[in-house]
């Protein structure tokens, strides 16, 4: 029991895992009752279990497992998590409980295995099962197939995948194991039940007893449709409804929903698909060319049996097809014609779709094929078109039918008609559109007026099914000429179609068509159409009436409703109305005679032909009123034209009674049901008529009646042809001249433009210019319709015409055509159709291509052709190309029949040779262009193989395939392209550039869609894996493409086609999904796609009222006519469609008003900083273009979408610049109220503008101007500004406009630049402008000149980019300009920077040539100003600007902060810029703390105080005395932005943060690399040391201690170090600048870092010391040999006196020492031997040789001799010359030991050697007491400069110089530092007035504590100007030195503080300077650093300062100063608390 209880405390979780039976038990137990009690199906509680339903499942005790199973059912039911489980849990039942004895076991595994797919987890459960089923043990077999049964016929088909299923069965059915196959037949007879016969094919090899017992089984199964009766969780409501549906007893909506699931399976789905290209015979095609007809029939056989196969292997079937087609069409043998039909039908059956590219070829063969009369070779070729029909589209082959209907052979026209009549069967009302009924309608209207009845019946037939397919409305208009009998005959026919979709497919159609007629009757007369129409139309009801009427016409045909006897069911009235009308037969004059006199006056007839012409117009008066009031179904048109044309008739000559009779004309067309047979009757006097001066206007007003009553297209045709008949030149013009008007009115809709354009070609051949005039006109009116096209009709025409031509349709250019205004009633009918079909509605643009005289190119086409194509050798191969290149070209439009072309062609995709498919590419866009639409049949044989080269590895090859494929799509349209799975294919193809290439293509072509085919579902899988393919640049297409995708196919689709992937791909992919739907734009709405092209046949009549300003009342009548008619018959979206189309004009004006009163920019939160990651990211096109193409247009318009009014949005890109206009005024008005809208669209608006910048309206240009004024008024009144994106697609664009001929714009393009600059950086603007100086407008070029000088005299030259030097070049550049005006700003420009920055011009400038230069140097003497007058004016510019620009900045701030060390120029000339300054702070504080000494402990308190003393000081003191007196204007390289640039990285170098130091580095050592560069560096090379060695220290003090920092950090410091100082001591002349003072320093600093021990320890570190030795090698080389031996001299002796420094840094400076010895002979000629000896002495001075020889070491001694003996080797007796720079030579130690070295070195004789010597000696006696003295000085100064005995040291230095006045201590100073000198200085001066009782001073003073002894300061201690390590107060000489700068800089007076003389000076003087120790340098390049910094941030500042000098003497001062400084400082601390 003991075990018990321990388990029994366990949690439940637990205890499901415990190693004990029972406690597992008892845990499932409890899991149960857990999981019962919870509610939340998302609670945490779930969770814990996730891991262990898998062991509850395969627990390995029965009993406890069956626990286990009811447990896991509930947790499977209710758990949220557990669709994570499923693959393992699964697999468990599979393995674990499936082979259980036990059924309960099996029954809850099947239920869990239920329950997964229930929740959703259907896919990954029949995979488990799946793999059940490969299990050995039969049991689980069973098992498997039973749950999948269950699954099946409780799920449906629908959720349980078939295919796989299907796969296995026939295994299962083998299986040895009763209980499988008994499963197995139970399953298959499920799977029937949801499929039927699709089942059959593969299971036809199963056994034949199996199959039978099959039969009787599926036999006995309901024939109704089954249904799911169990749900997945997100179905469960439709499970409810269903339930609903049967309590209520009908579930007729149900079975019609399911009824969509019957034929959802295919048996070809679920067939594994045959490889038979590889088995075909080897000898096929020798055999199928043989002379035997049976060996051609045995490669057929073999052929046949191949293709019986029900699924074939996509491949290339080109040349078996090629074969069988020439069997069929030119075989002699009818058996073997039959038998190569059957494999035609074999291939197009088992391929499908993929047959669909071959289908062109064979149709056209098989069709004339038909003459044979044998009847199986009929039935065989009937079977073989008609699956070939299957694998195509009608469209596809529509070419090739009709070309065959014109056949003679009457078999032939029968079984064509035969096969359209079959074909229309399997067509829908939507893939049988209007295009391609019309055609077809035609001709087979032909056939049913043939002789032969067997025609006539199949085309009765084929009539009949297209009725029964599209409906009467749709067919009707072409049977407008069909008499009653074959009219009826047509309808009989239609009854009895059945069609191939069953019944339901023409149900839907007629359903959709008849949708709001509640009872349809069959022949709808007058009253059915009415009421058809009242119910039909409700809207316009009320409007109908008003407006019938036009101002100034007569009325229009209001028809109130139809007459019957049409009979056209379900058509609106107009439609009904149009067949009445036409159909009229021509009476008899008697029986016309007859009719008049029922409704005319009888007098009126009398006197038609009266000889008086008043009693002739009395009659037509009287005409007049009877026609006035009768009504329109009386009115016998045809009778009483035929009264008016009785004679006189036309040749009337009263003109009175003429205008009459016309007048009577139009009203009868108007009010009467007026026919074409009328019209014949009264054109003809009409034309005679309208040139008429007196009668013209009357013609034209009958005529347009006429038109409107018998349609434009027709009336047209007939006018013109008859116009052209005569010879009346002025009848001609009129004609031409109302045709033109007449298109206008009534839109360009039908019209035959090959007729126009023969007719337009005589006019313009005519002599009367009138006449050409008029055509011209007209081709003007045309242009607005047709477009371009037009023009190539004209081409021929003479240069002179052709350039009328030419300017008439430019005029044109940029409009839109105008709305119809009449005709509407009847044309609009056609437009809406268009929107039906679904397709783009571009009728009119193919009929303009359709008209093109195409010239049949297939003669030329020839075998020897192809075959040269073909051919071996590349040349050939070329020539061949060549030559179809020729030929298309001389043929310009071409037939689509080219024969074996494409094949041919299809070979060179592929060629080797690259040139060779560059060329077929070419030869492709030529044919796409040639052949125009009819390209399509080629899509799949030829397009598609052009995509496969976009995988090409050769950048041009792609690009020239993407051109292909652009110039094919542009002929094709995309639909043939997306069809079948040809695409999917290619993007299956794991190919990075194919695949980055075709998606990128369809990221452009998708969006532009209304609708794709369903095919496009098929590239989903091939996206998802390009969205995760290796290749980056895939990866970024695909996600680019995503939206467009999801755009035409929906989310829903997309997440479900993602359930295939892997779990992880499966997240990222749907992650990629949400972010895409975010972005998912709009599809195009139908509307904009008519308008956008203008070619539109009606629909842009259609559509145009949208923009077009007609009279509302107009618009309103027109337009709701055609809405719901086409919200009824729309494909696709119509609801969205129809909305879009009756936008604008269906609403009255009120609502109009009533939307536009909302804000017109709406603020989309973080709208703009999207946009800019977009662009950013490539995802959309970056706005920069040289013109404005139409994906820039489309893409700002889809930006604009989201935050721009719908209305403004409209006006803004009409194509009529008044909307722009009128746009740009709203925009004004808005402006000021809606600020923040218009911030959050500002880069959209910006961009917007620069479009209307390419417009050529004036009006626009200054309205956008204007407009631009204000909104930067506004912007800087906001304190807003500009971002890098909104100005560089705006700028450049405006700077365009600078070159504007008009001097208004100019200015106003100025005015805008100069109100930029306060939103945006001038110094930012200047690399625009200086881009705008490169343009070809010499205009433009010398206004950005001019604007160049501005901004340099406004804002200094600090706006120069990237350097004051390079942008001075390219401005003096244009000296040389040919343009005056060039010339003229360019030294304007010149002159303006010479007035600001002085001669300094000259030496930025450069080079120019001696004619610019005099120019240049004439132009300055003439007007500059004296440069110190610029700073003045700067002065008064700057404050102002300076602020505003940092508040911006300030603002600005909000957005990424720019990278410092690349934005540098930038961000200083931008004063403002906090990061700008916070540097300058930083790196000042710094370099401050550096210069402190070794410890570095102190370095946070005092920093701070530099930076706020100099602000403060700085304040009080400018304002009481401005500039005392004046400064020496003095020029230094400071000022060029360069140097400022490279002072401030030199800055940085010192930094404490490593990273900053390493970017300084390594910018300094690119400078450095770059031999054209390095230059730069010239002059700053003691400051980079100094920088550099405070680096070091730093280092070595700080960050080597520092823990925390990563030592490979500061490894990569010291590298980054170390090669810089290579590089640099590489470039001999800049390694020569170094001075002594910091090589000094710098060799302290390189052996201190080899004797480190801390970097021996780390891993690199062997690796730095040997770099440091060898820069120390180099340093020693190539530095100025004076300062480096001189150095290491100062170095030696400072070693040596230092008590802290260690042995083996003296010895190895001595190394150091004896390395130069080495050099000595090579180098000696160059050294200062002078200084040398001078260093030597000062050297020996502090060093006699007594107190060397007392060193532990004898190396320093034998260094000096070695040095001196090589020197006097080397320079003989002339050595003794050199000590000139040596004082009291004879007290020198130095000259006594080079006279004993001389005398040694040369030959005893000569007495002039004694003297020498004996002089030598008594030298010696008297430099031997002078010793005692230097001792005891050294003493004294070595007790200064300790911490300790700082004070001891100054009273007896003071003590003895009042004892010996006499005494020179200058040596012990002249080499110490100016801050040492004026230390002791003071020192001694306290001390004497503490002496003399003056005052008490505090005695701590600012020493650093370990300073050295004498002559030159510590190696490793500088003075801090800050603060000293032991907190001490700072000594106030600190303060002194830096007010001393700061005054100097404000240019106050130094001089009352200098009031004593310093000490060094009441000594005696020294001839020569003393080594300027690094750290005064430091001091003074500071100083400079700080002020080139100050003259950036406060520009107003005079820039001419001066500089203090490397060695400025620091000011001694009274007492009084030292207090009054003091105070001034306490002050200062308080203010700053």
């Known amino acids: 029991m003991g075990d018990d209880s321990e388990w029994l405390k366990l949690p439940v979780d637990q205890k499901c895992e415990h190693k004990l039976w029972k406690a597992r038990l008892n845990g499932y137990e409890e899991a149960l009752k857990i999981f019962q009690k919870i509610r939340d199906e998302k609670s945490p509680e779930w969770s814990k279990f996730l891991g262990l339903i898998k062991k509850f499942v395969t627990d390995s005790n029965a009993v406890v497992q069956l626990k286990g199973l009811e447990a896991a059912l509930v947790y499977v039911e209710n758990a949220h998590v557990a669709g994570k489980t499923t693959g393992e849990v699964v697999s468990g039942v599979v393995s674990k409980v499936f082979n259980q004895p036990k059924a309960r076991a099996k029954e809850l595994g099947i239920e869990i295995c239920l329950m997964y797919i229930e929740i959703e987890k259907g896919e990954a459960v029949q995979e488990e099962l799946l793999k059940g089923l490969d299990n050995k043990n039969p049991k689980i077999i069973v098992a498997c197939t039973e749950t999948l049964r269950k699954a099946l016929s409780e799920f449906g088909s629908k959720i349980i995948l078939l295919k796989p299923i299907i796969k296995v069965l026939p295994k299962l059915f083998e299986s040895r194991d009763k209980a499988v196959r008994d499963e197995a037949k139970l399953i298959a007879v499920e799977i029937y039940r949801w499929i039927r016969d699709a089942l059959r094919p593969p299971l036809q090899n199963i056994n034949s007893l199996q199959l039978k017992e099959l039969e009787e089984e599926w036999v006995k199964l309901p024939t109704g449709a089954p249904k799911p009766t169990r749900f997945l969780r997100s179905q469960q409501e439709l499970e409810a409804k269903l339930e609903q549906q049967q309590s209520a007893g009908g579930d007729a909506e149900g079975g019609g929903d399911d009824g969509d699931e019957v034929p959802q399976i295919d048996a070809y789905e679920l067939l594994e698909a045959v490889e038979i290209l590889s088995k075909l015979p080897k000898d096929f095609y020798d055999k199928i060319e043989a002379k035997k007809w049976q060996e051609r029939k045995e490669a057929l056989e073999a052929v046949e049996v191949l293709v019986k196969n029900p699924k074939l292997e996509a491949g290339d079937y080109a040349d078996l097809v090629k074969a069988l087609k020439k069997v069929v069409g030119k075989d002699t043998n009818v058996m073997l014609v039959a038998l190569a039909a059957k494999c035609l039908t074999g291939l197009a059956v088992g391929l499908r779709k993929k047959f669909g590219q071959y289908a062109g070829h064979v149709v056209p063969t098989i069709l004339e094929k038909f003459k044979e009369k044998k009847p199986q070779v009929v039935q065989a070729l009937q079977e073989a078109i008609d699956a070939i029909f299957l694998t195509t589209t009608l469209q596809n082959i529509s070419e090739d039918v009709l070309a065959v209907m014109d056949n003679k052979n009457p078999t032939i026209k029968q079984q064509t008609s035969l096969f359209i009549a079959r074909s229309f069967r399997h067509c829908t009302a939507a893939t049988l559109p209007k295009s391609l009924l019309k055609p077809f309608c035609a001709a087979l209207l032909k056939h049913i007026s043939d002789s032969a009845s067997e025609v006539r019946d199949a085309a009765f037939e084929a009539l009949g099914t297209a009725l029964k397919v599209v409906g009467e409305k749709a067919v009707n208009p072409f049977l407008v000429d069909v008499d009653k009998l074959k009219l009826d005959k047509i309808k009989e026919c239609s009854e009895k179609v059945e069609l191939a979709h069953g019944k339901k497919a023409g149900l839907a159609a007629e359903k959709k068509e008849l949708k709001p007629v509640p009872g349809r009757t069959a022949s709808s007369g007058a009253a059915g159409d009415k009421d058809m129409k009242d119910v039909s139309v409700p809207k316009p009801g009320p409007l109908k009436k008003a407006p019938a009427t036009k101002a100034g016409g007569p009325p229009k045909k209001g028809k109130p409703s139809a007459p019957g006897g049409a009979g056209s069911a379900g058509t609106k009235n107009k439609k009904g109305l149009e067949i009445k009308e036409i159909v009229e037969p021509e009476l008899s004059i008697e029986v016309c005679e007859e009719k008049a006199s029922a409704v005319l006056p009888a007098t009126c007839i009398q006197l038609l032909d009266s000889s008086n012409w008043k009693e002739r117009l009395a009659c037509m008066e009287e005409f007049q009123k009877a026609v006035e009031l009768m009504d329109r179904t009386e009115m016998p048109c045809q009778a009483l034209v035929r009264m008016l044309a009785k004679k006189p008739g036309w040749k009337e000559t009263n003109f009175q ?979 002594t003072g910091v090589l000094k320093d710098l060799m302290h600093g390189l052996i201190t870092l080899m004797l480190d021990s801390r970097i021996e320890d780390l891993e690199e570190g062997q690796q730095v010391i040997r770099s440091v030795n060898l820069l120390v090698v180099k340093v020693l080389e190539k530095s100025d040999q004076t300062n480096i031996l001189s150095a290491l001299l100062v170095l030696l002796q400072d070693s040596l006196l230092a008590t802290a420094s260690s042995p083996k840094f003296s010895e190895l400076v001595m190394k150091c020492l004896w390395r130069m010895v080495r050099l000595l002979p090579d180098t000696i000629n160059s050294i200062n031997l002078d200084r040398i000896l001078l260093d030597i002495h000062i050297f020996m001075k502090v060093f006699p040789k007594e107190k060397l020889k007392q060193c532990k070491s004898e190396f320093p001694i034998r260094t000096l001799k070695t040095l001196l003996h090589t020197l006097c080797k080397l320079k003989g007796p002339k050595i003794l010359d050199h000590l000139t720079m040596i004082d009291n030579k004879s007290e020198s130690e130095l000259e006594a030991h080079l006279c004993r070295m001389m005398k040694h070195s040369m030959d005893q004789a000569g007495s002039k050697l004694d003297k020498e010597t004996e002089k030598g000696a008594s030298r010696i006696d008297e430099k031997s007491s002078k010793a005692k003295v230097n001792d005891f000085l050294a003493e004294i100064f070595k007790k200064i400069g300790s911490k300790e005995n700082t004070k001891e040291g100054l009273a007896e230095l003071y003590e003895y110089k009042k004892k010996y006045s006499d005494a020179d201590i200058e040596p012990f100073l002249k080499n110490s530092s100016q801050f040492f000198q004026s230390y002791v200085e003071r020192g001694l001066r306290v001390i004497e007035m503490e002496r003399e009782g003056k005052g008490r001073i505090p005695t701590s003073t600012g020493i650093s504590p370990q300073m050295e002894v004498t002559c030159a300061p510590a190696p490793t201690s500088t003075v801090s100007s800050i603060g000293n390590t032991n907190g001490e107060e700072v000594g106030p000489s600190v303060y002194l030195e830096r007010l001393k700068i700061l005054r100097q800089r404000c240019g106050l007076d130094n001089t009352k503080q200098d009031d004593r003389p310093p000490l060094t000076s009441l000594l005696s003087k020294p001839a020569v300077p003393a080594v300027a120790s690094s750290t005064d340098m430091l001091h003074s390049k500071l100083s400079q650093l700080r002020e080139s910094r100050e003259q950036h941030q406060h520009s107003d500042l005079d820039p001419h300062q001066t500089h203090p000098s490397g060695t400025a003497t620091t000011a001694s001062s009274s007492t009084a100063n030292i207090d009054d400084l003091k105070k001034r400082l306490e002050r200062i601390k308080s203010s700053r608390k």
């Open 657 to 1635: 009674v003429m205008q009459m009779k016309l007048h009577i004309v139009a009203l009868i067309a108007q009010k009467g049901n007026f026919s074409k047979t009328s019209a014949q009757i009264v054109l003809d006097g009409l034309v005679d008529k309208i040139g008429d001066v007196k009668c013209g206007n009357n013609a034209k007003e009958a005529m347009t009646a006429i038109a409107e009553a018998c349609m434009l297209p027709w009336t047209a045709e007939q006018v013109m042809s008859m116009a052209f008949s005569q010879k009346n030149p002025k009848n001609q013009s009129e004609t031409l001249n109302w045709l033109s008007n007449a298109i206008k009115e009534f839109g360009f809709s039908g019209l035959n433009v090959k007729a126009f354009i023969s007719n337009v070609k005589t006019a313009l051949a005519a002599t009367n210019p009138a006449v050409r005039t008029s055509a011209i006109t007209l081709l003007g009116v045309m242009y607005l319709y047709v477009g371009p096209s037009l023009r190539m009709f004209f081409e021929d025409e003479k240069p002179a015409l052709l350039s009328q031509i030419d300017a008439e349709f430019e005029k044109m250019q940029g409009q839109s055509p105008p709305a119809p205004t009449r005709g509407i009633s009847k044309h609009s009918t056609s437009g809406t159709e268009e929107g039906e079909d679904g397709d783009e509605p571009d009728d009119g643009g193919n009929d303009v291509v359709d008209l093109l005289p195409r010239t049949e190119i297939s003669d030329k086409i020839t075998s020897e052709l192809i075959s040269k194509i073909g051919d071996k050798n590349w040349k050939i191969r070329k020539e061949g190309l060549d030559e179809v290149a020729g030929i298309i070209n001389e043929a310009k439009f071409i037939q689509p029949n080219i024969g074996e072309l494409p094949t041919a062609l299809k070979g060179r995709l592929n060629d080797s040779n690259k040139i060779l498919v560059q060329q077929t590419l070419t030869i492709l866009q030529q044919l796409a262009v040639a052949m125009g639409p009819n390209i399509k049949q080629q899509v799949k044989n030829l397009g598609i193989p052009v995509i496969t080269v976009l995988g090409d590895s050769k950048n041009n090859v792609r690009a020239a395939a993407l051109a292909t494929v652009n110039a094919w799509a542009e002929q094709t349209g995309m639909k043939e392209w997306l069809e079948g799975e040809d695409l999917s294919e290619e993007l299956k193809k794991e190919n990075p550039f194919l695949r980055q290439e075709l998606l990128g293509w369809l990221a452009e072509k998708l969006p532009t869609l209304r609708s794709t085919p369903t095919d496009l579902i098929l590239c989903v899988p091939h996206l998802y894996s390009c969205l995760e393919d290796r290749n980056g640049d895939v990866r970024k297409k695909a996600q680019d493409a995503l939206p467009f995708f999801m755009m035409h196919l929906g989310y829903e689709k997309m997440a479900k086609a993602t359930g295939k992937l892997k779990p992880t791909s499966k997240d990222q992919v749907l992650a990629m999904l949400e972010k895409a739907k975010a972005n998912m734009p709009a599809k195009p709405a139908a509307p904009a796609k008519a308008t956008s092209k203008p070619m539109g046949g009606s629909a842009p009549a259609k559509f145009q009222p949208a923009s077009a300003p007609v009279e509302d009342s107009v618009s309103s009548t027109v337009e709701p006519k055609p809405d719901p008619k086409k919200a009824k018959a729309l494909g696709v979206s119509s609801k969205a469609k129809s909305a879009q189309g009756k936008k604008v004009p269906s609403k009255t004006s009120l609502k109009e008003d009533e939307d536009k009163s909302g804000p017109i920019f709406i603020v989309v939160p973080n709208g703009k900083e999207q946009r800019m990651k977009d662009e950013k990211g490539l995802k959309v096109l970056k706005w920069n273009f040289t013109t404005p193409r139409d994906e820039y247009i489309e893409q700002l318009k889809t930006q604009m979408s989201s935050c721009v009014a719908k209305w403004l949005q409209d006006e803004m890109f009409h194509s009529d610049f008044q909307h722009h206009n009128k746009a740009l005024a709203v925009m004004v008005d808005h402006l000021e109220s809606e600020k923040e809208g218009v911030i959050g669209c500002l880069d959209l608006i910006l961009k917007w503008l620069t479009l209307r910048f390419f417009d050529t309206n004036t009006s626009v240009l200054m309205k956008a101007l204007e407009y631009l004024k204000l909104l930067f008024t506004l912007l800087s009144e906001e304190e807003y500004h500009l971002t890098e994106n909104e100005a560089s697609s705006f700028i450049p664009y405006l700077i365009l406009k600078v070159g504007e001929p008009k001097d208004v714009i100019r200015k106003d393009v100025r005015a805008i630049l100069n109100r930029m600059c306060l939103v945006y950086p001038a110094s930012k603007m200047f690399p625009f402008i200086m881009e705008g100086t490169k343009s070809k407008n010499s205009k433009q070029r010398a206004e950005c000149l001019e604007e160049l000088g501005c901004l340099v005299e406004s804002y200094g030259m600090n706006v120069c980019q990237p350097t004051a030097g390079k942008a001075l070049k390219e401005i003096a550049i244009h000296i040389g300009d040919r343009d005056n005006a060039v010339r003229n700003a360019a030294l304007n420009t010149i002159v303006t920077v010479y007035n600001v920055h002085g001669d300094q011009v000259f030496k930025l400038i450069g080079t120019l040539s001696e004619k610019d230069m005099s120019m240049l140097e004439e132009r300055i003497k003439r007007s500059a100003k004296r440069p110190s007058a610029a700073p003045m004016k700067q002065v008064e510019e700057k404050p102002q600007r300076t602020q505003s620009i940092s508040s911006n900045a300030n603002m600005l701030r909000k957005g990424p902060a720019e990278d410092m060390s690349s934005k540098l120029n930038q961000a200083r000339s931008m004063s403002g810029h906090p990061e700008a300054a916070q540097m300058v702070r930083r790196e000042f504080q710094l370099d401050l703390d550096e210069i402190e000494n070794d410890n570095g402990t102190v370095r946070c308190e005092m920093p701070e105080l530099v930076q706020h003393k100099l602000d403060d000081i700085f304040e009080p003191v400018l304002i009481p005395e401005p500039k005392i007196r004046a400064v020496s204007p003095h020029f230094d390289d400071m000022h060029s932005n360069t140097a400022s640039t490279i002072n401030f990285i030199i800055s940085q170098v010192a930094s404490g943060d490593i990273n900053t130091s390493i970017q300084a580095l390594t910018q300094i050592d690119e400078v450095l690399r770059q031999e054209d560069k390095a230059e730069a560096m010239s002059g700053h090379i003691d400051q980079f040391l100094i920088a550099t060695f405070m680096q070091l220290r730093l280092i070595y003090n700080t960050h080597m201690a520092d823990e925390k920092l990563e030592k490979d950090e500061i490894i990569k410091l010291y590298s980054c170090i170390i090669g810089n100082m290579i590089s640099l001591f590489q470039i001999e002349s800049l390694a020569r600048e170094a001075s």
